[in-house]
């Protein structure tokens, strides 16, 4: 598999926190290190998964693609730019989708939640309909659209977060721990999912603490203790051998 051109890359790129604590009543801060000297690029088409123990910094890497974390040394480019929350252009390229958060409104239908990504993404309605129909059809949501999401189970509740992370086109997909609570039974058409988005040009950066949720990755990438401790191509057999 070649790959010409770069989604992501990293140089030399250093992320820190500042954090708090009390000490004889007063407020004391310091600055921890949680991602130290990163050299890492995404090609387009790609799909790379990331693994590494609790702490290691993995969500933080994918939080740097978005551009929810400056980097206090080196640089990240997406799309050969520094990230930008701030441009709506940058905004629609990208998708992140995080098990600790949710992009779905809880207390209305599903179907509200469509709407909602299609107005905030301004997709053309016919656009929006072929993509959530398709989307719906393939992660088995057909008996939740008119659902409220707290009525969701994890497994259904992840699904959802995949079909509204999808439905714009990202070129960029980010999913931290996201495929962890999908129930085992949807996970080969998921992955045969991202196969193809992958296959038309996206690029996938996807978290998981489960081995089978990585299957469809082309690379595996382990962080541990803030750094790029592995970066490993897979080499699949073709179909037959």
Not at 41 to 67: D, H, T, Y
Not at 131 to 146: F, K, P, Q, Y
Not at 181 to 192: F, H, I, S, T
Request: with cysteine.
């Amino acid at each position: 598999m070649s790959h010409m051109q770069h989604s992501v890359e990293f140089h030399h790129v250093c992320i820190e926190y500042e954090s708090w604590r009390y000490e004889r009543m007063r407020r004391v801060t310091q600055r921890i290190r949680v991602l130290e000297d990163i050299n890492l690029s995404l090609s387009q088409s790609e799909i790379v998964g990331i693994r590494g123990p609790n702490g290691s910094g993995k969500s933080s890497l994918l939080r740097a693609m978005c551009g929810v974390h400056a980097p206090v040394r080196g640089k990240v480019l997406v799309f050969g730019k520094p990230p930008n929350l701030f441009d709506p252009k940058f905004k629609r390229r990208i998708a992140y989708s995080s098990s600790r958060r949710t992009s779905l409104l809880p207390d209305l239908p599903l179907a509200d939640s469509f709407i909602l990504r299609r107005e905030l993404f301004a997709m053309p309605c016919s656009d929006w309909e072929r993509r959530m129909h398709s989307l719906v059809e393939r992660l088995s949501l057909g008996a939740l659209t008119n659902r409220p999401p707290r009525e969701f189970s994890q497994g259904q509740r992840a699904r959802a977060e995949l079909a509204i992370a999808l439905l714009h086109g990202p070129s960029l997909i980010l999913l931290d721990e996201t495929t962890e609570a999908l129930d085992l039974e949807y996970l080969p058409g998921l992955l045969a999912l991202l196969s193809e988005v992958s296959a038309d040009g996206a690029t996938v950066c996807m978290i998981s603490h489960r081995p089978d949720d990585l299957e469809c990755a082309h690379r595996i990438v382990t962080i541990d203790g803030g750094r790029v401790a592995a970066d490993e191509r897979i080499q699949r057999r073709a179909a037959g051998n």
